[in-house]
């Protein structure tokens, strides 16, 4: 079966942009308990939202009230239609084309406004071939949406010959499946319970039906619980142990080995997963993230056990300021861990000969200029930093500051 390029193109581009249509509605939607037992018991990566709805002007956040602004929204509106309109002149005067582009703009439209979840549990190299891929999709659908779906995704399947296509039953509930050949493994989708469904690789829709009666499964409850926020909207996790297996899976014995030392040096193999959540709370954005990393932090990894940022960092910052980071990082810890980590025995000889390099290099500096740069001058930067510009039209401000009181003169 041949799919015409053009339109795995115009696919990747929408993958890219589509989430940034309907951004003017923030405020989460109560989270659906039936579309997080989508996840299967273990997966490489997953990602959840709960759709939006409207902000409300008289909301206590911050976020909401900003989201609820006449202006703003218009803004918002103009740059939705303005990737609209870049993104449709890809089509140039393909007229099937421009339309299935329309089509998947309704789409992920539909995608941000319901709950909804996609995961993807397997990436299996097999040689030549495509790899063997294993994943899923499930969003809520309302009754009177139904047939809108079902008419948006026949309209960006109406390149698929015929010849590839077939049904089946899954449960009570009829189900479409797409063969892609040597594009890709095989998709199955339909609307099951007010759900659409969608699953990549064989049995694999069959397997999200039968979990969609089950109960979370208890690592994403964990996660979850361990993030736990107000008003969550959205929730990213990845088994990053089981990513970098996968990666390893497709290289060579020879770049498996340095990627596998690489790993080790840097003491990035210590990983195991990554969970981030955000929402909103009665003022406005929170964002949490849990790294898991059991075992003995070395390497690059050592820079991520310090104290946390307390309430005294941020006293500084002016209430006036439209922009404010606050960010914890030592630039004497940093260079030092980045040499050894270059110096390990695990790491490549490029890495190792890095590294003898810089520390001759920075031996010569502190010959010449009388000083030891990474104590005299890297340490007593600190390793608290402010970044707050201004609102001053006459003279713009950039402060950077460390808990030994280090800050910038203001531009004249």
Same mark, same amino acid.
């Given at each position: ?11 990747? $581009? #929408?993958?890219?942009?589509? +989430? ?6 923030? &405020?989460? #939607? ?22 939006? &709805?409207?902000?409300?002007? !008289? ?14 929204? @218009? ?6 239609? /303005? ?8 089509? *140039? ?5 421009? $339309? ?14 319901? =709950? ?26 309302? !009754? ?16 698929? =010959? ?33 759900? #659409?469904?969608?699953?990549? *690789?064989?049995?694999?829709?069959? +397997? ?11 690592? $994403?409850?964990?996660a979850k619980k361990a993030i736990e926020t107000p008003r969550p909207a959205s929730f990213v996790h990845l088994d ?43 003022? *406005?954005?929170?964002?949490?993230? /849990? ?17 946390? #940022? ?12 439209? /922009? ?21 025995? @695990? ?22 200029? *009388?000083?030891?740069?990474r104590n005299d001058l890297f340490a007593s930067i600190g390793d608290t930093c402010e970044f707050s510009p201004s609102q001053d039209r006459r003279r713009g401000r950039a402060a950077g500051r460390s808990r ?9």
């Amino acid at each position: 079966m041949a799919v015409n390029a053009s339109w795995l193109e115009m696919v990747a $581009l #929408l993958l890219v942009g589509g +989430r940034i249509l309907g951004t003017g509605e923030v &405020t989460p #939607l109560p989270e659906d308990p039936v579309v997080a037992q989508i996840a299967p018991p273990e997966c490489l990566i997953y990602s959840s939202w709960t759709g939006n &709805t409207s902000a409300s002007p !008289d909301a206590t956040s911050s976020t909401e009230q900003l989201f609820s602004n006449p202006k703003f929204r @218009a803004f918002v509106e103009r740059a939705g239609h /303005l990737l609209h309109e870049t993104i449709s002149k890809s089509a *140039g005067s393909q007229a099937n084309r421009e $339309l299935q582009i329309e089509a998947a703009f309704q789409f992920f439209q539909h995608l941000h406004a319901r =709950p909804g979840a996609w995961y993807i549990s397997e990436i299996k190299a097999r040689g030549n071939q495509f790899p063997k891929i294993s994943g899923g999709l499930m969003l809520r659908v309302e !009754d009177d949406e139904v047939d809108p779906i079902v008419e948006i995704i026949e309209s960006l399947l109406k390149q698929i =010959p015929p010849e590839s296509r077939s049904t089946e039953l899954i449960g009570n509930s009829p189900f479409s499946r797409v063969e892609l050949a040597e594009l890709g493994p095989p998709i199955t989708w339909g609307i099951r319970d007010n759900y #659409l469904v969608v699953g990549i *690789g064989a049995g694999e829709a069959k +397997r999200i039906a039968e979990r969609q009666r089950g109960s979370i499964t208890k690592w $994403l409850a964990d996660a979850k619980k361990a993030i736990e926020t107000p008003r969550p909207a959205s929730f990213v996790h990845l088994d990053i142990r089981r990513l970098v297996d996968t990666i390893r899976a497709f290289l060579g014995p020879q770049d498996a080995a340095v990627f596998a030392g690489v790993l080790q040096a840097f003491g990035l193999d210590a990983m195991e997963s990554f969970s981030y959540g955000s929402g909103l709370d009665d003022e *406005g954005i929170v964002s949490r993230g /849990l790294l898991k990393l059991p075992g003995e932090l070395r390497g690059m990894m050592r820079l991520v056990d310090c104290e946390p #940022l307390v309430a005294a960092d941020f006293k500084r910052i002016s209430s006036e300021s439209p /922009l404010a980071l606050v960010f914890q990082l030592s630039l004497a810890d940093a260079w030092t861990a980045f040499l050894d980590s270059c110096g390990h025995e @695990a790491a490549p000889q490029d890495a190792s000969d890095l590294a003898g390099h810089l520390r001759s290099q920075l031996q010569a500096i502190d010959g010449a200029l *009388g000083i030891n740069i990474r104590n005299d001058l890297f340490a007593s930067i600190g390793d608290t930093c402010e970044f707050s510009p201004s609102q001053d039209r006459r003279r713009g401000r950039a402060a950077g500051r460390s808990r030994s009181t280090l800050r910038t003169k203001p531009n004249s």
